[in-house]
């Protein structure tokens, strides 16, 4: 059984930063995906195996990164100059694809989330 555990999540201000980590029980393309109260499950940033073609959402391009230490089975991503909008619960998810897939379908499996409010 695949195991993706989120963590890193929080309360922060307006323009703050965090760093979310993702431990997973092998070597998977990742990726991270987003859902906010109300809304459907999003694309963030996915990452291949070797820590290449990191592949992002353009409402987070320049703000955030995506990155991985396979030695630790984990991958992270940093989030700069937060904003309120970015608010929602964060899901880490792993693809035994090839490629730094966007589509949520590519992800078999999933972790719980970890929650990142941002204020005004």
């Known amino acids: 059984q695949v195991q993706v555990v989120e963590s890193g999540g929080g309360l922060v201000q307006a323009g703050d930063s965090l760093r979310l980590s993702c431990a997973a029980s092998?070597?998977?393309?990742m990726g991270w995906f987003r859902q906010a109260p109300g809304k459907e499950r999003e694309f963030v940033a996915a990452?291949?195996?070797?820590?290449?073609?990191?592949r992002y959402a353009d409402s987070v391009k320049g703000r955030f990164t995506i990155s991985r230490d396979n030695a630790k089975n984990t991958v992270y991503l940093q989030m700069n100059s937060l904003r309120p909008e970015d608010t929602a619960l964060y899901y880490c998810?792993?693809?035994?694809?090839?490629?730094?897939?966007?589509?949520?379908?590519?992800?078999?499996?999933w972790g719980r989330g970890t929650q990142v409010t941002v204020s005004s």
């Open positions: 092998g070597r998977y393309t």
């Open positions: 990452i291949i195996r070797n820590g290449g073609n990191a």
């Open positions: 998810a792993a693809s035994n694809g090839w490629g730094s897939s966007a589509t949520i379908g590519e992800y078999a499996y």
